[in-house]
């Protein structure tokens, strides 16, 4: 769903959004809105939306439905280049004026999809919750996810909002954020989709120290917490990994864990940056040995396992 | 009430032996004018009890007769051995089978008229085929009391008449119906009316005779293959309990519900055989008290899944042999002149629709075991045919939505939603239009129990005569921003083609509006009046004598409902197009007259990028062709799309639809002035001045017949036409010129940018319950997101924000895509039995194509690179 930009740079107060959908049954308990928020500064080796991650993302470009009609050409600030049939683009320069989106004719700020996109949306904390309430009727609540969500100040306020309507709130989080973003935001949250990213990357250190109290304080705020896995393989299959995870779920203590299957579309969005993925994309057989290794592990342990449905999107 | 899930085997068995057929060249099935006796030599007008010979009997007569002359030939062995009719498959428990014939592709029927008739009706486009279907009966009526009660009650009529015609003989002799005028004698109607009311009468008997005698030669046919000593045992006593029941049935009153199924199935094969096209109405209330007092619920099941098997007999899933099996004349279509539809869309379309659920006319839930029993049946079944709608509101059981998002998370489009809570009160307003609030009460109790024709359109069950015409609304925003001319691109026409007349060019938005409302409202005058023209000549193409008699009012007041039998007639007017006037309106109120400053084009640049398609006639106007693209780029991708839940664009839709419905009921107004209602003294003289101008001499039909009313509706859609609509309509804001329009009242496939939600939202504001005529939406659930949970939520949500009919189905580009490639490597392939085999696999993928569901493999090619781009996130 198309989210409007509806605070402008008079609003003080606002919260930044990605994208948004509705009607998912993979993102939390039941069929949910999910709404991407926009900032993160974890840095996961794996991440699959690198937009994500400044505070307002860069102009996106998806090559294939380039027509090179060189409309785009009208911008001023030289970004759309065009050599040897090629269209090249120099987002540095870019003001994010949306311009070469007005002229483009495969590209439009009211469709979710297109071949240049900014999808950086700046909006209140009350007028997004008006632009999802349709949507929220259709579903079972609303799980805010990123980015981290909480990372932003308003996104508290947000929360309050959705509570007072009586809707259904889920979070999903890295587990990795300072105690106070959590602590603020508890008593707005019913579930939380709490990621035990013991690692970052293959050469971090591990993060067990930071995730412990976080999980500890939702715990004793008698939340319920869904503990998630994204299933990467060469990392998350390792036995000194998945040992730094025990230690996690003790805090936890939940009987279900959740798995985040590998996002085959993992490099969709690098390519649409113009930049280079970070992490070697995983052949098939590794992502199968990573998932029956992080299963067998964890029944052991007497754990149930749920899969995230795998994201057709 | 729970129900088997899975198609039970008898069902499987029956439903294999038709994909096979319907994979294969059916083109041999189809009747020919040499299996029936020639009419007016061999027929022998003794058989009916008729004196004189045939030329000289009643159209309504004549057609009688071809009805038994149908029948007969359907049970004709050697008729039989190529059109399969008189057969009985194995293992069904139902007798009759229905002869070749679709909306699309025809029907056979034989010849009743003379040659003369043939001659005149070339004028009026009317002729054999021009009966035209879209209604329903009442079948309470025919299950209570049988056929031979009809039959009697006609004999107690003709000799009351007969007592009659002694009377008034003494005085003038018979004067011809449109020779009565105002000025006419009370005496002269009277003879009239004797003369008809008698034949009519006399037509019902031998059309119901007709029906009787089918299903007694079908009850030897099955006493006969019982005797069949290679079946079983088990088959065999089922074939003696069939044959028993055929004796029966629709003879006397049924009283059980296999009894109720069969009498149901025969007189519906009746009626489509002798090319009444007609849905089943509420079949549920109907079936109720049969479904409750049966103890077999696994028999019951099985009895429908047998005849929803049956109904789809005439499908045809290959695309391969369809020009073989071209049989539609000249005249098939409503209307006073030719027109062409869509055929290939509609092969696989044969009117005949089921309804259930909704409200009751003294307002309670009407929910029963038989609406269960029905949804289960088509859900284990899956066909394409028949279409089956439920009605929701507020209070219907909890149970009830859960089954029917169940049955479309599992069939991925059946079935249709109608919302009752704006229906009712939409067919409410139109029955007390004109009426005094005393008759609120009665006309709730009727408007309650609405049902659909064969396509959405809303009528009443059993009880109402419907007829329409379809006004694309993207022609008067045609001509309104054209000067009144269509936008041509053909420079002998200079601006275009003139239909309509000269209005100025408008410069701002409010004047746009109101040369829309002016330019509208001249079309839609010649759509109402043309109702009532070709409605008037009905009486003497398209009788019908075997549905009046169960057509509520016809049997009463003597009449066929081509003659003002019916209890209520209901007009509609449905507008096409709508969604694309409202995108184009939306692109011109940004781009050429913002709310501040000025535009970025002018009208006339718009109107010439629409007319040349945005392609600049000259290549070297090098400025002119970046106007047009500009204008191409800021109405499609820079403007908000019919759909979405913002104020300017709902505000744009209502004041659409206001106009769409202040010009219809204006235009009825005039229509009735014109032919129905009795002239005041002082305007007597101008009104028949109007009569003649429009070209009819006779008088105002309240005169003639006194209690006549002819209801107007409004809906909005296009059915399956919306490809065809497209065709002669120049570019717009969403699409090229020629591309097809929006389909039904539902947002341009691929621009639902704001979800189902918000476009489910933006219909609380337009006040759809005015649109008694059906307003339709269509939407196609991604795959992804389409649990049963979520459909049981968009459900109560589509009721809650009073969206009028939703038809829902389940896809994913990636399968439609597929079947699409598919399907043209199938096209390239010359032995057509391996294309066929290429295409069987997804032969049970339905979708639905404005007016109804068809197998996706046999849309035509356009009609799927629209459909690819439909399923919504
Ligand atoms: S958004 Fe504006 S500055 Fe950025 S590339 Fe487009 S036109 Fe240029
Ligand atoms: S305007 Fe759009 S389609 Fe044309 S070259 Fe630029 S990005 Fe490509």
Redesign the interface.
Known sequence: ??I?ETANIKNKKFISVSEA?????VDGP??RVIVFFQGCFINCAWCHSPHSKPSCSPLLFYEQSCSICM?CQTCKQNVHVFKDGKHILHREFCLQCGKCI???????????S?TLKLPTKKVTAQSLLLQLL??I????GITLSGGEALLQDDTTAFLRLCKDKGIHTCVETSGLLESDCYAKALPFVDVWLFGLRVLTNNNSDFHTKKLIPNAQLIKNASKTIIPVIPLIPGVMDRDEVLAEMLLVLNVIDSDEIQLNPWNIFYDVYYKALGIETTFLKPVDKAIKQCEAKVRKFFKGKGYKLTNRKED?? | MNFSQEMTKRAKGLYDQLINKALGDRSGEWFTQDMFPKFFSKVKPKDYGLEDELKTKTVLVRRAIAIDIMLKAMTNPKNSKKTHTAEIFEGDLLLGVLPMGSNGLGKVFPQFMTDDELRAGSVTNRNTMSLFGHNTMNYDKLLSSGLKKTINDCDKEIAKLLANEEKIKKNTGIIPSDLITDQESKHSREVYKNKTSKDFYVGVKIACKAVIDYAHRFAEIATKESKNKSLSQKRRTELENMARIAKRVPEHPAKTFHEAMQSITFFHIALHASMNFISLGRLDQVLKKFVEKELDKGRALEIMECFMIKLAGRLNLSSDYLHKQDHVDYATVLGTNPYYIDQKAGVNNFLQNIIVGGKTPDGGDGTNAATYLILQAIENVNLSTPGIYVRLHKGSPETLYKKVARSIEKTKNNPSIINDDVMVEAMHRTLMRGMPASKKEKMLKIARDYCVDGCWELILNGKSDWTFTMFNAMTALETSVNQGASLSPTPELFRGAKIAPYAPMPKTFKKLMETYEKQLRFFVDQCAMSMFLYYMIDEYAAPSPLFSAFLDGCMERGRDKAWAGADYNLAGIIFGGIPNVVNTLLGIQKWVFPKKGKGKYTLEEVADAFRFNFKCPDPTQKATQNTYTSVQIDFDTNTPKFGSNSKEVTEVVRKVLDICYSASMNSADFAKKVYEDKPKKEDWKNVIALRRLTGYYGSALRRKFEDFNMRFTVGLGTFEQYNWQGRGIAACADRQSGEPLAPNFSPVPGTLYGGIANLLNSMKSLELERFAGGVITDVCLDEKNASAEVIVNLLKQAIKDKAGMLTLSIGSEKIYREIYEKVLAASKITNKENACKLLAPYAGINVRIGGWQTPFITLPISHMENYIHRPSK
């Open positions: 769903m198309i409007k959908f509705a009607m998912s049954s039941g069929i409309r007005d002229e483009c004719p495969n590209s439009s700020v009211y469709k979710e297109g349709p949507h009727s259709l579903c079972d057709k999107k």
